[in-house]
């Protein structure tokens, strides 16, 4: 067999699912970075953490209101016969819709314990954001579910750019405040609405189609809402319990230390991405194990990098009042090994329908972080809650490795079984 000449590897490479949506995820993490960037350098300490609170909070709401459904309807619609996609379409119209009230009560409540909720017109933005940052949420993942992954990332990459390129005009003219940089995040979700409408509305509709009512896609998928909520407190708790203990200005530092480190998580994120459906699809535990190890390898790499350039560039972009963020780069950086190992092995167990596993998971790590925020906060401040995070992310990526390897080791003993050869246990 002839070997193929490096060129044409490498234009495979770069054709590949996996390259595709690296080279995406970048380009989003580019431009939610520069937005994080500028409102920190221009709204101030205080505001900037407001914003943060705003977007942390709608995130972990986005997970509650979704009930799993995102990542559940991921698998169904692969399955044979396929949960139809105007049927995904109805039950994500319907729970968007009861979103608003969710939004309206918990949503509230938890913004003004955290300290982000300055005026009552944050409210009322808070409240169309969160519904909209919901619907968008579950088309996405119809998009990836679908196996359209460049595209599910780019639809995340429009409002990015959107919210970006205003703040960036409103600054020129010297209008720029914190009421009118959250009604930028509003039109930002809004302009990835319309986009989503139009790639959804281009997906082949199939002609055979399993009968999931509401009730029983929640049942199957109500197992993915823990896991999804786990997993976003465990990123994204730190930030609420250091608002709610050390104030606005605390988490405006933290979260422009935390935005430069998940930098890191770009590659491994994409990847997993792809990992989830071919899991789905294939129903193998052991696919893409190298270049799991590759991804690993360049997020270390790429995080030793960020070590040596983070102080110069929080001096660069963000100026004197940041930099009580540079020591936390480093214990954030270590953090992010086991974040990529984790959305490697989640995103493979999830394909698999192995959604108790990741939630059991999240929810064991979640409640490692807020016992650990809350003993350290108090006397560390944010170097506390990073390493708390540190400490939380490695129990979580353990788990959801452990549960792997189980999973492998029965279907390898299966197998033997079946096939009539000894195993090591002698069954």
């Known amino acids: 067999m002839t070997p193929q000449p490096l060129s044409s590897l490498g234009r495979a490479l770069v054709r590949s699912a996996e390259a595709q949506v690296v080279l995406w995820t970048g380009v989003l993490a580019a431009s939610a970075s520069l937005f994080a960037v500028l409102t920190a350098r221009w709204l101030g300490t205080a505001d900037r953490g407001v914003v943060v609170v705003f977007l942390t909070t709608s995130s972990f709401l986005m997970l509650i209101g979704s009930l799993g459904m995102g990542t559940g309807g991921r698998v169904l619609v692969n399955q044979d016969p396929p949960l139809g996609i105007d049927t995904y379409l109805r039950h994500s119209r319907n729970l968007s819709i009861a979103h608003l009230v969710t939004s309206a009560t918990l949503g509230l409540g938890v913004l003004a314990l955290s300290g982000g909720l300055p005026e009552i017109w944050a409210g009322a933005l808070f409240v169309a954001y969160a519904a909209l940052l919901l619907w968008c949420y579950l088309m996405r993942e119809l998009l990836h579910g679908c196996g359209h992954h460049r595209m599910a990332v780019v639809s995340d990459v429009v409002p990015a750019v959107v919210q970006t390129a205003l703040v960036g005009l409103i600054y020129a003219t010297g209008n720029l405040t914190l009421r009118i940089t959250m009604i930028v995040l509003v039109v930002g979700v809004a302009c990835q609405t319309v986009f989503l409408l139009v790639q959804v509305h281009r997906l082949p509709r199939e002609e055979v189609t399993a009968d999931w009512g509401l009730r029983g896609v929640l049942d199957f998928s109500l197992p993915a809402m823990f896991a999804s909520l786990g997993q976003a407190f465990v990123i994204r708790g730190d930030r609420l319990i250091l608002g709610a203990l050390a104030g606005s200005s605390a988490v405006g530092v933290y979260g422009a230390a935390a935005t430069l480190t998940e930098i890191l998580w770009i590659v491994p994120g994409a990847v997993a991405q792809v990992a989830f459906r071919r899991a789905s699809i294939s129903s193998s535990v052991t696919d893409g194990r190298r270049v799991r190890r590759l991804t690993l390898v360049l997020t270390a790499a790429l995080g030793l990098a960020l070590v040596g350039i983070a102080p ?31 959305q490697l092995d989640a995103g493979v167990l999830n394909g698999l329908g192995r959604l108790k596993q990741v939630s059991t998971a999240t929810v064991a790590s979640s409640a490692v972080l807020i016992v650990l925020c809350l003993a350290l906060v108090p006397r560390w401040g944010a170097m506390g809650a990073a390493w708390g995070s540190v400490v939380a992310y490695t129990l979580l990526a353990a788990a959801c490795k452990i549960h792997l390897r189980r999973i492998h080791r029965s279907w390898v003993v299966a197998e033997a079984t079946e096939a009539g050869v000894p195993t090591a246990r002698g069954e």
């Open 312 to 342: 110069w560039a929080i001096d660069l972009l963000l100026g004197p009042a940041y930099a009580s963020a540079k020591p936390l780069i480093a214990v954030l950086v270590l953090a992010s090994i086991p974040m990529a190992s984790y």
